[in-house]
């Protein structure tokens, strides 16, 4: 019998947004209090009122988080009974943002100017394409306009004006000169916020001989001269105001009647220069020009892209919805009427081109209309500021919502988390978002306190671990932070390990990792111990060199004329030709790796021909074989580990990429090139991680993927003591319409010091996006705690009380915590320790044979092998497809209900792949499909060969009462052949899968060939 509780406390708040009909409804859902199931409340509660389906919107911001709200919604409306909207499920906007924007753009293309059939893309452009129209370009520019850029083209490195363009092209605010910023509105402010003090205190100087009175006066007098007249001062003379403004030569104190405020001005002053006033001074002479031509070409790049209506990215889909109906009052109408009420959800996530698009149509003179929308948001959770999540645009809602007479409430009862970590977390988020700074505040948010669920146990006392310093001793080898993350990995190794000894299962833990910068600590030690895990993270690996070098060989095996990534790949670890012989080789007229002469130089043409002898590889192999070919038949593995230099973390970057290829990432070497390329990644957003469903793992993954997640057990790791410092070239301000450029000239001070070239705007981005990242901080923190449903593990560094670093935030805000509430954890110290198997990779290199092929014509290798049949191949990939998928239990009725995504996908091939398929079904087989456990179909698994690591997929594995059951669909037409020479081809394979199981999983496993053209079982032995 189920136990009942008592209502939660927050029971007549939670009716009274279910019940809500003439307000607005916007509600504030602290983590793991159930929004979701409130939403599914609400939702069927308006459709038992009589709300059309069709005429009710529910966005949210995943395909996971839509699947899963469609999927209730349509469970609780069967519980319900409501036939009507049920039966219409199909018509309901479910989206997600996305997917929103999209379906307005299809349905309604006479309005919006869109291509109904359009296909959509995660940028516009690749840096192939852009370099070769960036060359176009400047070969069609006029001479005098050549002249006119010639400063900027010769001075402002070709890739970060590359990356400029890049980054203006997308954003479609950014299009005017203004919006950079002006130097003499720089040195404007500089004169008025601290010349003015400056002039003051050296008024009152009693010795005008004094070092800092002769440094002082000497910069006020050239900053008024610049702002009297041309501004054109050198970079050597801004080096030398540098140098004697840092002098340590400041003479006698008794030089300054009030020398304390004397020190305050002149130092706030002496940074205000080196930070704000000289890299802009640096840039002036090039920013007018630079802007000129980035924006010109960007420009040309958006028309090219807008031209063409038949492709958009995902940033399109929303600014080109948006701007069809801020631009067609028919289509705004027509959505206005279309739509009685739309739920938003995870609306802290939104952007302002999101709420513009809501607002263009649901607004009405400028004012919600009453009754009409639902947002639910917690703004703690707002975590995705890397991809414009703006918390400040969801604050100014929320005022709109307020103001418009919207029911504004919180729900606060945590159905998650046991009595104990509520108790931390409400002490620990008080101070967390309690001690954010003034400048914090605008784009920070307060603490609500959450409650435990009635009936929640008190649980295990969270476990606040505090990690030492390095021993002396490991110092010499070892930076601390490095320290710390095995100290870190042994502990969550150990903990595991008696988790499991005790009756939990791998999938019970979560390890939370603020970034991938150690991850290979952890996954060295869980392999060490044998732990399964799984690992979600994001791709920091891109920008690393041996990460490069892979990818421009890559792009040679692809795209032989590509002369750029030929040289790149010539200097890359693989072969490490030097300039001389390069030049050599150009002077003979070869341009690329498929040009064979004996002029060669002897180490160009040894190169070549490996090269050439992987393009046939590229031809012939499947890409995990291939990827084996070029790592372990080739020379960047030894000349990695022979250069000692981050060894052991750039051999975990090549064995991660080819962990991902193995484990079913990329299939092909164009989507592995179009993952590994760092300036066209993804930027949609990002789905949550598909852990192991069956619990077979431990979860590592980045706190951004946990979030929407859940887990038993969960240990956060430390979080970095340093500041994230700024990398980007282009820094933009959406609400203030502001942008900025880093040109990328540095003016040396001393030998590891330089003034940067930046534009006017620069200094004030870069502080508030360093504001805005702090408060995220906090806010992504707070994520990470409230994950946990039995177990929270904190680790923590000692922090000085001050810091506003991740791990200063986290120490602090503990240290709080326990001094007001010493029960709410457990604080305990870690012994430093030497840990076990330190270095050495993960995964062993085994021998491996490079690809041997005949020699011939060059590329003239045909990918098949005897009786390869193309036809049946083309069907049988089809075939594989839809069995992935079929519902076993009534495969006809999913063939039917499926038959309008499916005709799109098979075309007019469908009739005849679906009567393969069923065919499975009716066949007396010496199994029960329907019956037997359906472990994994398409189930991958990765097996050493004396080849390398192999991937292998088994189409479909089941369990019964007998044992294991390994089945291989096979669609061959016997064309004559007899069933046993059919069977042959297959049967050694087979086997390899029916062993490989067995061993696996300890039991005993069956092997059948399905023969499904045939309808033959062929059993293997």
């Known amino acids: 019998m189920t136990e009942k509780y008592p209502p939660p406390v927050d029971e007549q708040v939670r009716e009274l947004i279910r019940a809500e009909r003439k307000r607005n409804v916007a509600v504030q859902a602290s983590a793991g209090t159930g929004k979701t199931t409130l939403i599914v409340d609400r939702v069927t509660g308006l459709l038992r009122d009589g709300l059309p389906i069709d005429r009710l919107a529910v966005v949210t911001f995943t395909r996971a ?25 199909s018509r309901a906007w479910i989206e997600t943002i996305h997917g929103f924007a999209s379906r307005i753009l299809k349905e309604h293309f006479n309005l919006t100017g869109a291509d109904p059939s359009f296909s959509t893309s995660e940028g516009h452009f690749d840096p192939l394409e852009i370099a070769r129209q960036w060359d176009a370009w400047l070969l069609g520019l006029p001479k005098n306009t050549i002249e006119e850029f010639g400063d900027v083209l010769e001075q402002v490195p070709v890739e970060t004006l590359r990356l400029i363009i ?104 002496r940074e205000e220069f080196i930070k704000g006033v000289a890299p802009v001074l640096i840039a002036h002479p090039l920013t007018d020009g630079t802007w000129q031509l980035a924006e010109g070409f960007a420009a040309k790049l958006r028309q090219m892209w807008d031209e063409d209506r038949s492709r958009l990215s995902y940033d399109d889909l929303l600014y080109i919805a948006w701007r069809a109906i801020a631009t067609s009052g028919r289509l705004a109408k027509c959505l206005h009427e279309r739509f009685e009420h739309v739920l938003i959800d995870e609306f802290q996530d939104t952007s302002i081109d999101q709420v513009n698009l809501f607002s263009s149509f649901l607004e009405q003179a400028g004012n ?28 100014n809602f929320l005022i709109r919502m307020r103001e418009s007479g919207a029911l504004v409430e919180g729900i606060i009862t945590n159905f998650r988390s046991t009595g104990s970590i509520i108790r931390f977390v409400n002490a620990f988020g008080k101070h967390l978002f309690g001690s954010q700074t003034a400048e914090e505040q605008p784009f920070g948010c307060d603490y609500s306190p959450i409650t435990e669920r009635p009936g929640a146990g008190e649980g295990e006392p969270v476990l606040i671990l505090s990690l030492p310093e390095a021993p002396d001793d490991l110092l010499v080898s070892m930076k601390t932070a490095e320290y710390r993350a095995l100290l870190q990995a042994e502990w969550f190794a150990s ?130 074989d291939l990827l084996s070919a070029v790592l372990y038949g080739t020379e960047i593995v030894p000349s990695i580990a022979a250069s000692k230099y981050q060894a052991a973390r750039r051999l975990g970057n090549l064995q991660f990429i080819l962990e991902m290829v193995l484990s079913g990432g990329p299939s092909t070497i164009e989507e592995l090139l179009l993952e590994l390329d760092e300036d066209f990644a993804p930027s949609k957003a990002e789905e949550p991680p598909a852990a192991p469903s069956d619990g077979s793992a431990v979860t590592i993954t980045t706190i951004h993927r946990a979030k929407g997640l859940s887990w038993k057990r969960v240990v956060l790791a430390a979080q970095n003591a340093g500041k994230r410092g700024l990398t980007d070239v282009l820094l933009t301000d959406e609400h203030n319409r502001a942008a900025a450029f880093d040109l990328g000239l540095k003016v040396p001070l001393t030998s590891n010091a330089n003034i940067r070239s930046r534009t006017a705007n620069w200094r004030n981005i870069a502080l508030i996006d360093g504001y805005r990242g702090t408060a995220e901080s906090r806010r992504l923190v707070y994520v990470a705690a409230t994950r946990a449903e039995e177990s929270l593990v904190l680790f923590v560094t000692e922090q000085k009380e001050d810091s506003t670093s991740p791990a200063g935030i986290v120490w602090n805000s503990v240290q709080s915590a326990l001094e007001e509430d010493p029960g709410c954890c457990v604080f305990e110290e870690l012994e430093p320790i030497i840990p076990k198997g330190r270095g050495g990779r993960s995964l062993p290199l085994p021998e491996f044979h490079p690809v041997s092929l005949p020699p011939g014509e060059l590329f003239s290798v045909e990918p098949f092998v005897p009786g390869w049949q193309p036809e049946g191949a083309r069907i049988g990939d089809m075939v594989h497809s839809m069995m992935e998928k079929i519902d076993f239990v009534d495969p006809e009725r999913w063939l039917r209900e499926k038959s309008a995504d499916l005709e799109c996908l098979f075309g007019e091939d469908l009739p005849f792949v679906s009567e393969l398929c069923l065919s499975f079904f009716s066949m007396e087989l010496p199994f029960d499909p329907v019956n037997a456990r359906i472990i994994g179909r398409e189930f991958p698994y990765t097996v050493m060969t004396d080849g390398g690591l192999k991937q292998r997929y088994i189409d479909l594995l089941l369990e019964d009462d007998e044992g294991l059951i390994v089945v291989d669909y096979k669609t061959d037409a016997f064309a004559g052949r007899s069933v046993e020479q059919v069977a042959e081809e297959y049967i050694e394979t087979q086997r390899h899968y029916r062993r490989d199981v067995s061993d696996f999983f300890g039991r005993p496993a069956r092997g059948y060939l399905i023969f499904l053209r045939e309808a033959i079982t062929i059993k293997v032995t």
């Open 65 to 89: 988080a839509a699947s899963e709200l469609r999927s209730r919604i349509r469970s609780r409306l069967m519980e319900q009974g409501q036939t009507e909207p049920l039966r219409n499920i």
């Open 166 to 269: 890049l980054g203006i092209e997308p954003t479609r605010w950014l299009t005017e000169r203004d919006m950079l910023g002006y130097t003499r509105e720089v040195l404007e402010r500089f004169k008025r916020e601290h010349l003015a003090e400056v002039d003051i205190v050296l008024d009152s100087c009693l010795n005008q001989l004094n070092p800092w009175f002769l440094a002082f006066s000497g910069l006020s007098r050239r900053m008024k001269e610049l702002l009297a007249g041309p501004i054109d001062i050198a970079p050597a003379e801004l080096a030398e105001l540098r140098g004697l403004l840092w002098s340590r030569k400041r003479g006698a104190r008794s030089d300054w009647p009030d020398h304390e405020g004397m020190m305050d001005i002149f130092n706030a002053a």
């Open 368 to 395: 919600l209309p009453p009754g009409m929308v639902t947002v639910v948001a917690d703004d703690k959770q707002s975590i995705y500021g890397w991809r414009n999540a703006d918390i400040e645009t969801y604050k």
């Open 495 to 624: 903990y595991v390990t008696r988790g499991l000894e005790s009756g939990s299962k791998p999938g019970d833990y979560a390890l939370l990792i603020r970034s991938t910068t150690h991850l290979r600590k952890f996954i060295e030690v869980l392999e060490r111990e044998n732990i399964p895990y799984f690992v979600e993270a994001t791709r920091d690996y891109r920008s690393r060199p041996e990460v490069a070098d892979l990818r421009e060989l890559l792009r040679c095996l692809v795209h032989p004329e590509d002369r750029l990534a030929w040289l790149h790949t010539l200097r890359s670890m693989f072969f490490g030709l030097d300039d001389i012989a390069i030049s050599q080789a150009a002077a003979y007229g070869i341009t690329g790796y498929s040009i064979e002469t004996d002029e060669c130089p002897v180490e160009v043409a040894v190169a070549n021909a490996v090269i050439r002898n992987l393009r046939r590889a590229a031809l012939s192999l499947p890409l995990p």
